[in-house]
């Protein structure tokens, strides 16, 4: 069985301030992880994934995140917000291998960004 | 259409009528899964298709709740004599059959039982 937990329900940031999302799992196997981001009353967009490659994974507008395995890790992070970023974010979990599909959600972090 | 498109948007019932939702998946797309998000929370796990067949159906709340797949395209999220406890958004995501590749999801739609 899978899990994740995601620290803080709802963070705010100052426009141009560092974003630090986190996430730690749970998993009795090798994980794929997962971030997305959820706009107000739109479906999940993903933003990046790790599937055992490199450790540090960059995604779409300018986010990336890092796998620390000794850790249980895959924070979230951009150097620079932008009022853009204003939204919800959530981290997910997958086994990895074959025949593997469900994905296991975070509740989530909104993040608000202050101008 | 490029994306997966969900319909309808928004569906106000009365408790105790029953309800259709409707998934159409990225062309091509071989695996469909359905999510049910509560407010305030992540989405969780329904149903998941591969082609027609529904392989695992282990996250649908009770019997109430039905999803089919009959021609390996669109699919349909059928609840029976709704209840108040079934509010939510229900997302549709569809993917490649290769288990890496990601899910992709629709804009889901926003159930309110009355």
């Known amino acids: 069985a899978q899990s994740v937990t995601q620290l803080g329900s709802h963070v705010s940031v100052s426009e141009g301030a560092l974003v630090l999302l986190r996430c730690n799992y749970s998993?009795?196997?090798?994980?794929?992880l997962f971030w997305y981001v959820q706009y107000p009353n739109q479906g999940l967009q993903l933003l990046l994934k790790?599937?055992?490659?490199?450790?540090l994974v960059k995604g779409i507008n300018g986010f990336e995140a890092e796998f620390k395995k000794s850790e249980t890790s895959f924070h979230l992070t951009k150097p620079s917000a932008h009022m853009s970023d204003a939204a919800e974010y959530f981290c997910?979990?997958?086994?990895?291998?074959?025949?593997?599909?469900?994905?296991?959600f975070g509740k989530g972090t909104k993040l608000s960004v202050i101008p | 259409g490029a994306g997966v498109s969900q319909s309808p948007r928004y569906k106000v019932a009365k408790r105790g009528q029953d309800v259709a939702l409707r998934c159409d998946p990225i062309?091509?797309?071989?695996?469909l899964f359905w999510y049910q998000q509560a407010l305030g929370q992540g989405p969780e796990f329904l149903t998941y298709?591969?082609?027609?067949?529904?392989?695992?159906k282990s996250g649908l709340p009770s019997d109430r709740f039905f999803a089919e797949r009959p021609e390996g395209s669109v699919s349909t999220l059928k609840i029976q004599r709704t209840q108040q406890e079934d509010s939510a958004v229900y997302l549709c995501?569809?993917?490649?059959?290769?288990?890496?590749?990601?899910?992709?999801f629709g804009d889901g739609t926003r159930l309110s039982i009355l």
């Open positions: 997910a979990v997958k086994r990895s291998g074959a025949g593997s599909y469900q994905l296991t």
């Open positions: 062309s091509g797309h071989v695996s």
């Open positions: 790790y599937t055992s490659a490199a450790t």
């Open positions: 998993s009795s196997v090798p994980p794929y």
């Open positions: 995501a569809s993917s490649e059959q290769d288990s890496n590749q990601p899910q992709h």
């Open positions: 298709f591969q082609n027609e067949a529904q392989l695992d």
